[in-house]
């Protein structure tokens, strides 16, 4: 028997670090652990000195319950896991879990149990709420059909991964139940502080949960870190690549913790605290080689604070297409020439080519990703990469995975769901024998930029064709006229190209390369 409330299932929220005795009790002292957090402002380019825009986003808590139906589970002032708890609750429900109660002195022992206890804690809550779902009247559902989705910011990223990847520290039953998984800034390889990670032996306020060596131990991957020294795998076995999502903010002017000293500490590429490279997660296969990035997306948002992350609607847009949405999108470029400047062609050159998207649905004034060079969070590769006939995998570089939703139609008369997506390579600083060459070279000048409008109609029927039409928007402003020609992977999955660039030196020529799929269907 299948799960009848599908997509809509349970939400647990897995809030992130509080380092200080205040903050565990601020935390504490909030029903909902800053999930409820809205926003009146936003940020629509990296200068800080410009105003900020007005943006009304009223919090993930309020607009689940508005748009899609979800309602908190406390009831006369309890929660589901006090013991004078009674009644079953709906699958739409939002559950927090409230980890740091035991840490606070408000309503525990002012002692903070180490990361290994909130991963355990976590299973007993998935297997409480499976309990008293299953148990309402109207759920019609067995324990063995019960699934929920984790929904997590920071460190409460890394408590998922714990218990999902190491089986000393939950309960297999409470693993089999999660479907999908969500995390805003978590550092999924650690933080590093000027440079360096922060070391094993800084116990203080539980730092070292951060450090890689800690995290391989309680992330059961001392195998793999000891050959890469990354933390940030996700064993294939242990949860499928596939139904886990990062977004990763870029904005590190706007992170105010410590009075500004988080960010300089973090430095550029970063939210304020976690890197730009250390926010994301890639799965692995038995033999522990790399199968697939996890669906990534970035947004220039702070780590939190008034331009945090969690209460953005750019974050809010990505959760929720990727827990409910129709089509997955998984974009990737494939580069199969650079062409020099013919005045150093032939010559020993190193150069920097950094790849940048924007992608949009049609209709909004957000970006569900945004990737430039201003905000550190550019797809970078070098010269010797991009032309080393040995080392094919570095020209197939993975940019964004997007999702999208037939219910935020514009039109909702209009079958097609379309999306603009801009590729930009930025012009690299060429140098030759080590010295830069300034000629024909402008700062902030691109061998490549333009949009490209992707309006496709998915299958209306089981095995069905899907219908695809794109254009460049230096061809055709605002329009989709060109049929696109797709081949079935043996996965089920579709897949597209579309050529961008040309011969022209200095260029760049490629594919813009799409793997599509019927999402929750």
């Known amino acids: 028997m299948s799960n009848p409330h599908a997509p809509f299932y349970p939400i647990i929220y897995v809030r992130g670090y509080a380092m200080t005795q205040s903050e565990q009790d601020e935390t504490t002292a909030d029903p909902f652990c800053g999930f409820n957090l809205g926003s009146t402002v936003y940020r629509s380019t990296p200068e800080k000195d410009r105003p900020a825009k007005k943006f009304i986003f009223e919090s993930p808590l309020v607009r689940l319950c508005s748009d899609f139906g979800y309602a908190d589970v406390y009831k006369d002032g309890l929660d589901i896991v006090d013991p004078e708890w009674e009644g079953p609750i709906p699958a739409r429900s939002i559950v927090i879990y409230r980890y740091y109660d035991e840490a606070s002195k408000l309503l525990g022992t002012g002692k903070t149990p180490p990361i290994t206890e909130f991963a355990k804690g976590l299973s007993r809550l998935i297997l409480r709420v499976r309990e008293l779902v299953c148990a309402h009247p109207e759920s019609d559902l067995s324990p063995e059909d019960f699934r929920c989705y984790l929904v997590a910011h920071s460190m ?16 297999e039953q409470a693993r089999r139940a999660v479907d999908k998984v969500f995390t805003y800034a978590t550092p999924h390889n650690g933080i590093d502080v000027l440079g360096l990670n922060v070391p094993r032996f800084l116990s203080a306020a539980d730092m070292n949960n951060f450090n890689r060596a800690t995290m391989a131990k309680y992330l059961d991957l001392e195998a793999l870190f000891k050959k890469t020294g990354r933390a940030d795998w996700l064993p294939e076995e242990a949860f499928p690549s596939e139904r886990f999502f990062c977004l990763v903010g870029t904005n590190r002017a706007d992170y105010e913790a410590a009075m500004g000293l988080s960010r300089a500490f973090a430095g550029h590429g970063s939210d304020g605290l976690v890197r730009i490279d250390n926010a994301s997660v890639w799965g692995t296969n038995a033999r522990g080689q790399v199968s697939a990035p996890s669906a990534t997306a970035y947004v220039y948002r702070a780590h939190s604070g008034f331009f945090g992350i969690v209460n953005s609607e750019e974050a809010y847009q990505n959760l ?14 494939d580069v199969e020439a650079v062409h020099l400047p013919p005045e150093i062609q032939g010559k020993p050159v190193n150069a920097l080519y950094l790849f940048e998207l924007l992608a949009s649905p049609r209709g909004k004034r957000w970006y569900l990703t945004r990737r430039v060079a201003e905000e550190d969070s550019p797809a970078c590769r070098n010269h010797q990469q991009l032309i080393d006939p040995e080392n094919k995998n570095a020209r197939k570089i993975y940019l964004s995975t997007v999702f999208l939703a037939n219910r935020a139609r514009v039109n909702p008369e209009r079958p097609s769901l379309a999306y603009g997506l801009t590729l930009g390579v930025r012009v690299p600083e060429y140098e030759v024998e080590r010295r830069f060459w300034a000629d024909t070279h402008y700062e902030g000048g691109y061998l490549f930029r333009d949009t490209l409008i992707v309006e496709m109609v998915p299958p209306q029927q089981t095995g069905g064709d899907w219908t695809v039409h794109t254009g460049w928007q230096s061809d055709q402003a605002g329009r989709a006229t060109q049929a696109l020609a797709y081949k079935t992977l043996r996965n ?26 019927a999402w929750n269907g």
């Open 156 to 171: 409460g990223g890394l408590v998922c991964r714990a218990f999902l990847q190491n089986p000393a520290l939950g309960d």
């Open 320 to 333: 929720t297409r990727f827990l409910f949405g129709d089509i997955r999108v998984d974009v990737w470029v």
């Open 492 to 517: 089920g999955k579709i897949e597209m190209r579309v050529a961008f660039g040309g011969k022209q030196a200095p260029g760049i020529q490629g594919h813009l390369r799409f793997v599509v799929s």
